[in-house]
């Protein structure tokens, strides 16, 4: 991969995308079950030629709405290479949702996918509308060349606690998003679950272009399987739910998953609480496994440390391209992908950003070997009456030991310790196993840690996209 000149800004990069693939397919999806191949000059003059739909459009903020489908990325490269603003806003969202977010981030035009059609027009939105099936001309537009300081994209934040927050990225740190190696590991194919519109799912299916390797596009996590199964990819990103669900399938799936048609190398998993039962079983089916760290703000860049069962509770040391410190016993980072700021909050912004450095909220330790270990969030913290400070993410991760619970949420009432349960079923058996397993907790800790309080619930906890718990709400 050239490394001269770097490329300063998103139609260059995608330029150098395009050179570098040259004939080769480099996309794979299904289509009616069957998969299928776009080589290069397939996706990229539908992009040359969507830029054009957009040339007038240039600088302005353009959002895109839709599922895990290849025209949802030839617009959101085509919206960098008409030199404006890509805003990407979750399919989710409900007509006065996707109004509100329109009007915050000041959109003038919204590419939306066909299954949204009634949304967006029950959204009365005051400007231009584009579907994503659109016929775009064949003479393409010249593309921009945007100041690397200038804006690039905007994102929402995931939302667990608290109102999704507008993440402006700039045009370099959208490209250092893209141009690294942190995975640092060998793969051929990988496969896209996760959210587009999520920096996790857009990054990581442009950094695996740059790396010259395969993209699978998988359009709904409920057929993990099915793609696993008929677009061959060796990698994949999950979010812990489904990457529970994939070692209860491995047990009896032979090496790799091969007797059940896959043939899985590799496996990035964020946000997830790996017991070393779960790494065993992998990488006795030849499965290496990635713990992935990041967040919305830091754009593309992150951690991906190889997970054993013998060191399953850190997030490992960061990459060269991100510094570390911990102030106050909070995690703080500083890269070249991290965001500007919030849209139009400069006051949230103040809160996380403090000369260079992104406050992450997640408090921390370091051991003498610079490895990074996880302590909860700042803003869960449950203060008691007592002055003690107790991390509800870390009792949940022992409650988790018990395999009769399926979830926990840990919260305070009364100033106690409350523990709502979901069991993996409703029998009588199953919940005093349970209670047997708390009274064994509750001997092991201080008395501010221990359990005072269990409800039991048979809705699981909400839950972001990418599978992290909302703390907000509570079923």
Request: hydrophobic residues 40%.
């Amino acid at each position: 991969m050239p490394d001269s000149p770097p490329p300063s800004n998103m139609p260059q990069l995608l330029a150098q995308l395009e050179r570098q693939a040259g004939d080769q397919p480099i996309l794979r999806c299904l289509e009616d079950g069957t998969p299928r191949e776009m080589t290069a000059p397939q996706f990229y003059g539908a992009v040359h030629r969507h830029a054009a739909v957009l040339a007038e459009l240039s600088g302005k903020h353009i959002g895109i709405i839709g599922p895990n489908i290849p025209h949802w990325l030839m617009w959101f490269c085509a919206v960098f290479k008409a030199g404006a603003v890509a805003v990407l806003l979750s399919p989710d969202l409900d007509p006065e949702q996707l109004a509100q977010r329109s009007a915050q981030v000041d959109l003038s035009c919204l590419i939306y996918h066909e299954s949204l059609s009634q949304i967006v027009s029950q959204a009365d939105l005051p400007f231009r509308t584009i579907p994503m099936d659109h016929q775009a001309p064949s003479v393409p537009a010249l593309p921009a060349d945007p100041a690397p300081e200038s804006l690039a994209c905007i994102l929402f934040t995931s939302g667990t606690t608290a109102i999704p927050k507008a993440v402006m990225l700039s045009q370099k740190a959208m490209v250092a998003s893209i141009r690294h190696n942190v995975v640092g590991l060998p793969f051929r194919a990988q496969l896209t679950v996760l959210p587009l519109h999520h920096v996790a799912g857009f990054a990581t299916v442009l950094n695996t272009w740059y790396l010259g390797r395969m993209v699978c596009l998988g359009q709904d996590m409920r057929y993990l399987f099915r793609y696993l199964q008929r677009l061959e990819p060796d990698y994949t990103l999950l979010v812990p739910s489904l990457l529970q669900t994939l070692v209860r399938k491995l047990r009896n799936g032979g090496p790799n998953g091969r007797d059940l048609g896959w043939d899985l190398h590799l496996i990035g998993c964020g946000g997830a609480r790996f017991q070393p039962e779960v790494i065993q079983i992998l990488n006795d089916h030849g499965i290496r496994v990635l713990q992935s760290y990041g967040a919305t703000e830091l754009g593309g860049l992150g951690f991906d440390t190889e997970m054993t069962p013998h060191c399953a509770d850190t997030i490992g040391k960061a990459p060269p391209e991100i510094q570390v410190k911990i102030r106050d016993g909070e995690l703080l980072l500083r890269c070249e992908s991290m965001m500007m700021g919030y849209y139009g909050d400069p006051d949230a912004t103040r809160e996380v950003l403090d000369d260079g450095w992104y406050a992450t909220g997640d408090l921390c330790r370091q051991d003498g070997a610079g490895y990074l270990y996880l302590q909860g969030r700042k803003r869960d913290l449950i203060i008691l009456s007592g002055g003690e400070n107790v991390s509800p993410e870390w009792v949940e991760s022992r409650l988790l030991t018990c395999p009769q619970i399926q979830e926990v949420m840990v919260t305070g009432e009364d100033d106690l310790l409350c523990a709502t349960i979901l069991p993996i079923d409703d029998s009588p058996s199953t919940r005093l196993q349970i209670q047997e397993a708390l009274d064994r907790y509750d001997r092991s800790v201080p008395t501010y840690h221990q359990i005072h309080r269990i409800h039991f619930t048979q809705t699981p906890f909400p839950r972001t996209p990418n599978g992290k718990l909302i703390r907000r709400k509570t079923p």
